[in-house]
């Protein structure tokens, strides 16, 4: 039965709301804050500084003391290089998992599942080892490189990956890659030039989930990058409050708001297809 909203629901309503999103934009504006805040404390911070200035800025910009514009290159390059690889392995994988039927395919869908059921860094003992043996065979994939470092980050994001493009391809009828054939394209031809151009929505949400969780690990990138050339900017800014007794928290919020650009122009780059991508799907056998 249909029940009238009465002014009283509305405003709890719109007052929740406002509360969730007051909620989840304050640390935000904090930090912002802190960027431009004249002392380094956060002990006498205001959310509105009274004498705003942009020294932080120019100093991590322009300053050699810190290799930040080295950092945020270093979590581009990684972030970019790492989630164009993921998005071309996973269709790969599962087109083959939705298409074809072979002998071990609902064990290597299950297995896939299981292993991405144990967090990434349980492994790191044996990821640090694994690439400490590989250096001395592959210097340029050894520890301390961003090559074994992209290795890591791409077996971490295959598994579930994998599992939410098989998903969206499940819903495309088969029938549009048989006329394809019909037509003379080779299997191959019909997954680049019909199968592809459909699924870019989910496409562009694993690129941005992968670029998301890379560009912000700390972790593995604090275990596999050893020198300040090679670091990420989450490993980079931990040298600014490392320090208990001299920690530059208004120079590391700077350099967080800056870090938090390109995420925001990839983002804004595939938003329109994020939606589509995350909604439609389901997993089929």
Same mark, same amino acid.
Not at 129 to 149: S, Y
Not at 176 to 204: C, H, M, N, W, Y
């Given at each position: 039965?249909?029940?009238?909203?009465?002014?009283?629901?509305?405003?709890?309503?719109?007052?929740?709301?406002?509360?969730?999103?007051?909620?989840?934009?304050?640390?935000?504006?904090?930090?912002?804050?802190?960027?431009?805040?004249?002392?380094?404390?956060?002990?006498?911070?205001?959310?509105?500084?009274?004498?705003?200035?942009?020294?932080?800025?120019?100093?991590?910009?322009?300053?050699?003391?810190?290799?930040?514009?080295?950092?945020?290159?270093?979590?581009?390059?990684?972030?970019?290089?790492?989630?164009?690889?993921?998005?071309?392995?996973?269709?790969?994988?599962?087109?083959?998992?939705?298409?074809?039927?072979?002998?071990?395919?609902?064990?290597?869908?299950?297995?896939?599942?299981?292993?991405?059921?144990?967090p990434q860094m349980l492994a790191i003992v044996s990821?640090?080892?694994?690439?400490?043996?590989?250096?001395?065979?592959?210097?340029?994939?050894?520890?301390?490189?961003?090559?074994?470092?992209?290795l890591i980050y791409l077996g971490g994001a295959m598994?579930?990956?994998?599992?939410?493009?098989?998903?969206?391809?499940?819903?495309?009828?088969?029938?549009?890659?048989?006329?394809?054939?019909?037509?003379?394209?080779?299997?191959?031809?019909?997954?680049?030039? $019909?199968?592809?151009?459909?699924?870019?929505?989910?496409?562009?949400?694993?690129?941005?989930?992968?670029?998301?969780? $890379?560009?912000?690990?700390?972790?593995?990138?604090s275990v596999v990058l050893q020198t300040a050339e090679?670091?990420?900017?989450?490993?980079?800014?931990?040298?600014?409050?490392?320090?208990?007794?001299?920690?530059?928290?208004?120079?590391?919020?700077?350099?967080?708001?800056?870090?938090?650009?390109?995420?925001?122009?990839?983002? $804004?780059?595939?938003?329109?297809?994020?939606?589509?991508?995350?909604?439609?799907?389901?997993?089929?056998?």
């Open positions: 039965m249909y029940s009238r909203h009465t002014w009283v629901g509305s405003v709890l309503r719109h007052g929740l709301l406002l509360l969730a999103v007051a909620f989840a934009i304050f640390p935000f504006l904090w930090v912002v804050s802190a960027s431009f805040n004249v002392t380094e404390s956060m002990q006498f911070q205001q959310l509105i500084p009274p004498k705003p200035t942009l020294d932080h800025y120019k100093e991590l910009l322009t300053s050699g003391r810190y290799m930040y514009t080295t950092w945020l290159w270093n979590s581009v390059k990684v972030s970019l290089i790492t989630s164009t690889f993921v998005v071309a392995l996973t269709a790969l994988s599962a087109y083959s998992f939705s298409r074809f039927r072979f002998k071990g395919r609902r064990v290597g869908l299950l297995g896939l599942l299981l292993v991405q059921m144990f990821l640090y080892v694994l690439l400490l043996t590989m250096g001395d065979f592959f210097p340029f994939a050894g520890m301390n490189t961003h090559t074994g470092l992209i598994g579930f990956n994998t599992w939410l493009m098989k998903g969206y391809f499940d819903t495309i009828p088969r029938s549009l890659e048989e006329s394809a054939k019909v037509d003379g394209a080779t299997p191959f031809q019909a997954f680049t030039k $019909i199968l592809l151009p459909l699924v870019r929505p989910i496409l562009a949400t694993i690129f941005v989930l992968t670029f998301i969780s $890379i560009y912000s690990d700390f972790l593995i990138a090679q670091q990420t900017i989450p490993v980079g800014l931990r040298v600014l409050i490392s320090d208990q007794y001299g920690s530059r928290w208004a120079l590391f919020a700077a350099g967080a708001v800056i870090s938090a650009l390109p995420f925001l122009l990839v983002f $804004i780059i595939a938003q329109k297809s994020l939606v589509s991508g995350l909604t439609r799907g389901g997993v089929k056998e």
